[in-house]
């Protein structure tokens, strides 16, 4: 009888051993599954908190604060679990040191993916031209700069070229020029020309008032006299303007008549030289030759 009572102790006793393995484990569980749930709920709260700042400077805290908060439960479940992290804080040190030689460029992405968020001169939502590239800015991250193009294509710039580069704003401002560049015949009255464009910029609700729309003569072409005409628009409504003024434009000079020419060429074989033969055919003539 003592022989069972002392078995079943000694089975309780390996029972709760084995038991008290698993409870390291589980607390590393537990606080790694506690990290992720706060970091997202870190995101969620600067999204609803911080509407002041710009979406690409919430992108930034919501990305640092997140990571910073799992990283922190991460490495908490880690020593839970027995990892001495001072052995690795030494290794770390010699490794950090070869990486730094071996990412130079990494290094010089980040420090100029640091300027262009203190610059401010890109932002999330922007539109922008780089290096013949035009797009929607997805993203600034620490290593580049991911543009969306009008024809769904991910382009990535590496932060570096961003702040070596030319870049061209398309959306900063709150208004933006149309262009229009046109011809019109030489036998055109010009001060006519000028009311019809005019009339054309009034008609066109899409066109703003001010700054008023405006004609400069650009000089005389090979077959026409040259203008610029210059209406201006919301940026929501460029695109839409920018296709619908050249239909009111075509519209209203065919309404007036007034001709826009195509280009005009002489040939000329010197006063020296025999002139070109021409020969005229007629209707009837060509009708009797087939």
């Not at 400069?216 to 210059?230: C, K, L, P, R, V």
């Amino acid at each position: 009888m003592q022989a069972i009572k002392d078995w079943l102790s000694n089975l309780n006793l390996a029972a709760l051993s084995k038991a008290d393995q698993y409870v390291p484990l589980l607390q590393a569980a537990l606080l790694i599954g506690a990290g992720f749930l706060l970091a997202r709920l870190a995101r969620f709260t600067i999204n609803r908190t911080f509407v002041s700042l710009t979406a690409q400077q919430r992108l930034l805290l919501r990305r640092g604060v997140s990571y910073a908060i799992f990283l922190l439960f991460f490495i908490s479940g880690l020593k839970e679990l027995g990892f001495d992290f001072s052995v690795l804080l030494g290794a770390a040190g010699i490794v950090t040191l070869a990486v730094g030689f071996a990412s130079q460029t990494s290094v010089s992405n980040i420090i100029s993916g640091l300027f262009l968020v203190m610059e401010r001169s890109v932002e999330v939502g922007d539109i922008i031209t780089v290096n013949g590239r035009t797009g929607e800015v997805l993203t600034v991250d620490l290593l580049s700069t991911k543009l969306r193009t009008f024809d769904n294509l991910l382009v990535r710039i590496p932060n570096e070229t961003m702040v070596k580069a030319e870049i061209v704003n398309l959306n900063r401002f709150p208004i933006r020029r149309i262009d229009v560049k046109l011809g019109v015949a030489y036998k055109e009255d010009l001060r006519k020309v000028k009311e019809t464009l005019l009339g054309v910029a009034d008609r066109n609700p899409l066109c703003l008032e001010e700054p008023t729309p405006l004609i400069i003569a650009q000089g005389f072409g090979e077959s026409a006299i040259n203008f610029q005409f210059s209406v201006w628009a919301t940026k929501e409504n460029y695109l839409e303007l920018l296709n619908s003024i050249h239909e009111d434009i075509k519209r209203s000079f065919d309404a007036a008549h007034i001709e826009i020419p195509f280009p005009h060429r002489t040939l000329y074989a010197g006063s020296a030289g025999e002139g070109f033969p021409v020969r005229i055919i007629h209707e009837s003539q060509k009708h009797e030759s087939l």
